[in-house]
């Protein structure tokens, strides 16, 4: 979630910690984690989210936010362990950056430089490190600009797709990155605003009765939350990086990968995916 | 907290966070860090730890940790904001690393390589980022032992300490590194365990009904928890690294400015103290 102004996200994380149990089966372990201003606060358990006292807390705790990213787990490679749960948090350039991967990475062996090193043995915070590995490559201990960064992203993040499925959510508190693969969908709420019904419980809110005009939220997640609502599906390798609740920079990178296997669907492997 | 087998804080919270306000002044947020083998997780509020729900779900939730660092903070510098809430986390060596700080810095203006930022604006957050940055100057990305660190840190310490008052408590999951210059207890609870009584709160517990023989617990607190038990008072310039719930490294080091005080009482600045 990102949003123009501090939002509380307790009607989305409702439908969404369904999906760790009762609507969906991506119940190893969750994860959420709240900016407020440059501060981080990363909450993780490993029960699940319908399951857990902490996601019971977040549900009825209105923390306000600009950059929300939670994640619910089904675990595929890595043990089912506190360490392993998403989102993963490191600080570069005086900002936490926090990170979420949606999907499933093969023979993905990238030399790092120890700067930041994985403290799990998941696929996606070794993905995490070596992005930001070569963020430090590119750019030093002087902090670029988010379009730099977007244009960066555009050259690694289709490399490291070559190893698999590679959807995620980046943030730095400022701004919300984005990368698809496979699966993912957008939206904006804004003025006027309409009600809108969860999926995954039958739960309806009208934002136009608690919001205000200045307030904008752009909602990511792998698969939609609400029924009455336009989501708008990324393409194969889209890139978007959001801020003040809008998409600002959008990109069409291209994924090797994704082509050959369009030309050749017996290349296609069958990949489990974690959700957002 | 530093623990031979996984035990939970609820006793000593229940009483520690009576200082936020009840039977002490430190208001301005709190935060406690829990690591579950290589995991971390971290619980900041700028609530008191008295009226925070993130402090309720922490002395009701039982989370089972070797290590534990709580603070509750009295604001000496930097606003009540959530990025200046102790303790602080940054990773190194594939390790999570945490720092909470009692005290005031005066003057202290390191220079860092600009591989550890501070994200909010104390001395406390600066010094852990020294801290770090010198312990990569001097091993660089190999992980050196406990006892490397300790000599190390014997160096770096008293040499923050020339700033003001610097205790401590540093924790990567493995072990506990504590250090004081002015105010700083401990004690271990072994069998055969005793009943404890909480300063704060008339609450007492009786170990012996809730531990197993194997259990061993070391408590480093500013000021004694429970009235019942032997706290020992660390010495100015005293460092000790507690692992398997027991002090297994001690040293002396010399605080310069100390000295100079003690000869000279004149010198001695007032400073308010944050506390753990």
Redesign the interface.
Known sequence: MNCATPTDITFSFRGFSQRAGVTSDHCDGFGIAFF????C????DNQSAVES??AD?IR??PIKSRNVIAHIRKATQGKI???N?HPF????????WIFAHNGDLHDFKPEL????????NTDSELAFCYLLDQFVEAF??TEPSLEEIFVLLQRIAPQIAEHGTFNFCLSNGKALFSYATTKLHWLVREYPFQPAHLIDLDVEVDFSQVTTPEDRVAVITTEPLTHNEAWTAYQAGEMILFQHGKPILHALTRVERLIREAENPALKRVTKADQY
């Open positions: 407020e201003d440059k501060a606060r990363l909450f993780v006292p902490i807390l009825n705790y362990n506190l360490e749960s948090l490191r600080e570069l350039w005086g900002r936490h430089s120890g700067r930041f090193e994985p403290v799990g030093g201990y």
